[in-house]
């Protein structure tokens, strides 16, 4: 295993490293882990639903898509007070990174994304990192956020390509990957990972980190969702996901993108301490906070932050990538 940063990972490189015996990789990518990031540090992020359900898609893991009855209530776009407002507490709280997500299938200009656009105006000016995630977007669209003051835009790949239409039809493969070109070009840091539990095999878990880990440039932030089967969806009667199996996941993401937030996602409230230790032990190093995550429970700031002081964890400060990099050049520049 090396500690070189690689964008050309072969399948069969993957396979090998996810098939690794569990405690031999928990260890090298606990390794991998210590030599890239501070391994104290855990980056502590609040996901705010700021437009609920009545979503076109057909997800089918989603409890907010129209075509399911799950009992979700539809809310329009929230009113950008309550935003900032939700967004001040979650920063008292301890978090550095917001996110806004939009039940949406994709941005359009219209009025509401002009509100959008003040959102991520005002969360900036409060010194979070700001994320959305609100479906698809035009170029265009990305840099309009990007001159807002966007920092993050989360567009998750969800599976494999493979496997993809068993889950989702109304969008397709390579209309997640523009979006993503797109952010990036528009000089937006990525957020993308997946779901474990839909009903995929090994292989397709293997394919998708391949997709991740062979794009031009890692994603910053890799979420590593265990599904949450919510009655009403196609999906509600999948079982629970293992805990080694997001141990698996999350340890293989660390070696092949050592310096990406791995972000251990939905799930966790089924999760003990001990299984997040394991998580974090394997290279997680970002969670969602707050009592929701979109729709479904998340552990609560106190229960997170009793977590945190048993483990010796701390929360990531807000912008630090930056920091560290602006540092970086001023060291450059004395010594030249």
Same mark, same amino acid.
């Given at each position: 295993?090396t500690?070189?940063?690689?964008?050309?990972?072969?399948?069969n &490189?993957?396979k090998d490293i996810?098939?690794?015996? *569990?405690?031999? #990789?928990i260890y090298?990518? $606990?390794?991998?882990?210590?030599?890239?990031?501070d391994t104290a540090e855990?980056?502590v992020?609040?996901l705010l639903s700021?437009k609920?359900?009545?979503?076109?898609e057909?997800c089918?893991?989603?409890?907010q898509?129209?075509?399911?009855?799950?009992g979700v209530?539809v809310?329009?776009?929230?009113?950008q007070e309550?935003?900032l407002?939700y967004?001040?507490?979650?920063?008292?709280a301890g978090?550095?990174?917001f996110c806004?997500?939009?039940a949406?299938?994709?941005?359009r200009?219209n009025r509401d994304f002009d509100r959008?656009i003040d959102m991520?105006?005002?969360v900036? &000016?409060?010194?979070?990192?700001?994320?959305?995630t *609100?479906?698809? #977007?035009t170029?265009?669209q $990305?840099?309009?956020l990007a001159d807002a003051g966007?920092?993050?835009?989360n567009?998750?790949?969800?599976?494999s390509?493979?496997y993809?239409e068993?889950?989702?039809t109304?969008?397709?493969y390579?209309?997640r990957?523009?979006?993503?070109?797109?952010?990036?070009?528009?000089?937006?840091?990525?957020?993308c990972?997946g779901?474990?539990g839909l009903?995929?095999t090994?292989?397709?878990r293997?394919n998708m980190l391949?997709?991740?880990?062979?794009m031009p440039?890692h994603?910053e932030?890799?979420?590593?969702n265990?599904?949450v089967?919510?009655?009403?969806t196609p999906?509600?009667?999948?079982?629970?996901?293992d805990?080694?199996?997001?141990v698996r996941?999350i340890?293989?993401?660390?070696?092949?993108?050592?310096?990406?937030?791995v972000?251990?996602?939905a799930?966790?409230?089924?999760?003990?301490v001990s299984?997040?230790?394991?998580?974090f032990?394997?290279?997680?190093?970002s969670?969602f906070a707050g009592?929701?995550l979109l729709?479904t429970?998340?552990p609560?700031?106190?229960e997170d932050?009793a977590m945190?002081?048993?483990?010796?964890?701390k929360?990531?400060a807000?912008?630090?990538a930056?920091?560290?990099?602006?540092?970086?050049?001023?060291?450059?520049a004395m010594?030249?």
């Amino acid at each position: 295993m090396t500690n070189t940063i690689r964008n050309d990972w072969s399948v069969n &490189e993957i396979k090998d490293i996810y098939e690794t015996p *569990l405690l031999e #990789l928990i260890y090298k990518a $606990a390794t991998m882990h210590k030599n890239y990031n501070d391994t104290a540090e855990v980056q502590v992020c609040t996901l705010l639903s700021i437009k609920t359900g009545g979503c076109s898609e057909d997800c089918a893991y989603c409890p907010q898509a129209a075509r399911y009855n799950t009992g979700v209530n539809v809310h329009a776009l929230m009113k950008q007070e309550e935003v900032l407002e939700y967004a001040r507490k979650a920063k008292e709280a301890g978090s550095t990174r917001f996110c806004m997500g939009a039940a949406w299938r994709e941005v359009r200009d219209n009025r509401d994304f002009d509100r959008v656009i003040d959102m991520v105006k005002g969360v900036n &000016e409060m010194g979070m990192e700001v994320c959305c995630t *609100l479906g698809m #977007l035009t170029a265009t669209q $990305a840099q309009k956020l990007a001159d807002a003051g966007l920092y993050a835009y989360n567009h998750n790949l969800d599976t494999s390509s493979e496997y993809y239409e068993a889950i989702i039809t109304t969008r397709t493969y390579e209309d997640r990957l523009q979006t993503l070109d797109n952010v990036r070009k528009a000089g937006v840091s990525v957020c993308c990972g997946g779901i474990v539990g839909l009903g995929e095999t090994k292989e397709d878990r293997i394919n998708m980190l391949h997709t991740l880990a062979t794009m031009p440039e890692h994603p910053e932030s890799v979420p590593i969702n265990a599904l949450v089967p919510v009655a009403g969806t196609p999906l509600e009667h999948n079982t629970k996901v293992d805990i080694w199996d997001m141990v698996r996941m999350i340890a293989t993401a660390r070696i092949l993108m050592p310096k990406a937030m791995v972000r251990l996602s939905a799930g966790r409230t089924s999760m003990s301490v001990s299984e997040q230790a394991l998580c974090f032990m394997a290279g997680a190093n970002s969670i969602f906070a707050g009592d929701k995550l979109l729709t479904t429970p998340n552990p609560s700031f106190d229960e997170d932050n009793a977590m945190f002081r048993l483990l010796g964890l701390k929360p990531r400060a807000a912008f630090k990538a930056e920091k560290n990099q602006t540092l970086a050049e001023a060291v450059e520049a004395m010594v030249h």
